[in-house]
């Protein structure tokens, strides 16, 4: 019996090269600012137009600010970057959700919100953390700007298959452990090399349990293991999640939809080429203390110290330890931080913000802690709006920013300043990614609130 992600591929395959890659279809293709404006140019170069444009979606989401999303971009480059994407879309005719449209945003916290990502679907996008599709039971994958253009001519790309991985998650999550704790519980126990070459189905009670949002975080950072992607077989929560969103099905084709996707299963003699499982009771919440997202241990946990370091290991350890300027050995509990980030296309849905304000709520910002909320889509603002969470928030001394992928990747005005601490609930704790000389903290949206009440990396288990 086929795997899930057998039964997707092969319905997708066109041909199949031999000693060479495989020709796979490609239902929906996403583009941002930053990496299709060369694949434009191909295309215009060679005078083709998109081969399916009602396939393709556009919104600019890296370079737009969080504030004053109705005037120009200051920055020259980014205002560059957005307008040409905006130009691009309409040369091609393309669907384009620009800043301040109410259906923009981030483009991995949109497409499912809207029902654009399905179950079944391949789906790709010039960007890494296309990944977090896979949430739905789509195979969905980062690819590069010339591939970018293979889909937009030909709505094909050439791949070599990725090996099968199943991850397996069974019990019962602890107080205060989101799915973005399993995720870094996961990545410190694979490493960041760990998935190279697979494509990962996660299954198991504590997988079955999550809710979208949290499925969608989890596959967010498949990646970070180095996986080409990650996904979960729709269910009845998949189902509930998207019926009745804009571009899901509707009436009978609803009901054909839906008796279609309950076949997207792994058979239970489905053979894959690993298997892992992993117990529940182990995981606790946890942070990063390096500067890669496997450097991650539970938060009441120490650095680990040099000798249970791997000799290969121990020079990029010691290089990361002083970059953070952390010891070997040292528990990370107390320690001041400087800004706390909630959002990216990992964080930045209401559930997130929803969890952020179960700590916050009768509390008050720390007056050490700049604090940037950036909700991940407008849809999201105007539901923090619906449930009054702004003014939870906005009580606590919190302001909520416009969307955008904003601190995550420092690609605009939100900056963390060199030397600084920042518990971000972001994908990305390299150096730099935040800010020149940026020390980030990856953490859950309660590690990362409860941060920003006390001022320091508190366990949110003892404020909740």
């Not at 952020?356 to 991940?376: C, D, H, Q, Y």
């Amino acid at each position: 019996m086929n795997t899930l992600f057998d039964k997707i591929w092969d319905k997708h395959v066109v041909q199949i090269v031999e000693d060479g890659p495989t020709q796979l279809y490609i239902d929906r293709l996403y583009c941002h600012e930053v990496t299709s404006p060369q694949a434009f140019s191909g295309l215009r170069e060679r005078g083709l137009k998109c081969f399916r444009p009602k396939q393709i979606y556009c919104m600019p989401d890296h370079n737009t600010p969080t504030h004053d999303q109705d005037k120009p971009i200051e920055d020259p480059v980014s205002r560059v970057q957005v307008d040409t994407l905006k130009a691009n879309a309409e040369e091609f005719g393309l669907s384009y959700y620009g800043m301040m449209d109410e259906n923009n945003g981030i483009i991995h916290v949109v497409g499912p919100e809207k029902g654009l990502s399905l179950p079944g679907m391949t789906i790709v996008c010039g960007d890494s953390h296309t990944s977090t599709h896979g949430a739905v039971g789509a195979v969905a994958f980062g690819i590069g700007t010339s591939e970018v253009e293979m889909v937009m001519a030909s709505q094909c790309i050439l791949q070599q298959k990725p090996k099968s991985m199943r991850i397996s998650i069974n019990g019962k999550l602890g107080k205060c452990v989101t799915a973005k704790d399993v995720a870094l519980y996961l990545m410190s126990k694979l490493t960041t090399s760990g998935a190279t070459g697979y494509f990962v189905e996660y299954a198991g009670q504590v997988v079955e349990d999550m809710s979208m949002e949290g499925r969608l975080t989890l596959c967010n950072l498949s990646i970070e293991m180095g996986a080409r992607g990650g996904f979960v077989a729709p269910d009845e929560t998949t189902f509930a999640y998207l019926k009745d969103k804009e571009f899901a099905p509707k009436g009978e084709d609803w009901d054909k939809a839906v008796a279609y996707w309950k076949t997207l299963r792994s058979g239970d003699d489905a053979v894959f080429d690993k298997e892992l499982e992993f117990d529940a009771a182990d995981i606790e919440p946890r942070i990063t203390y390096g500067t890669n997202p496997g450097m991650g241990i539970g938060i009441s946990e120490s650095i680990p110290s040099l000798d249970e370091i791997e000799e290969n290991g121990k020079a990029s350890f010691a290089k990361s330890l002083e970059y953070m300027d952390f010891k070997p050995g040292e528990k990370l509990l107390g320690r001041k931080i400087d800004y706390v980030f909630l959002g990216a296309c990992t964080n930045g849905r209401i559930e997130d913000f929803r969890a952020f304000s179960s700590i916050v709520k009768g509390r008050k910002k720390a007056e050490n802690v700049t604090a940037w909320l950036v909700p991940g889509s407008w849809a999201v603002f105007r539901q923090i709006r619906n449930e009054g969470l702004d003014k939870v928030l906005n009580d606590a001394g919190f302001d909520i920013r416009q969307p955008c992928c904003s601190a995550c990747l420092a690609m605009n005005d939100d900056k963390i300043p060199a030397g600084k601490y920042s518990v971000s609930t972001s994908n990305r704790n390299f150096e730099g990614r935040q800010g020149p000389g940026a020390r980030t903290i990856l953490a859950s949206p309660l590690v990362a609130a409860a941060a920003a009440v006390t001022g320091e990396i508190t366990d949110p288990r003892e404020l909740m």
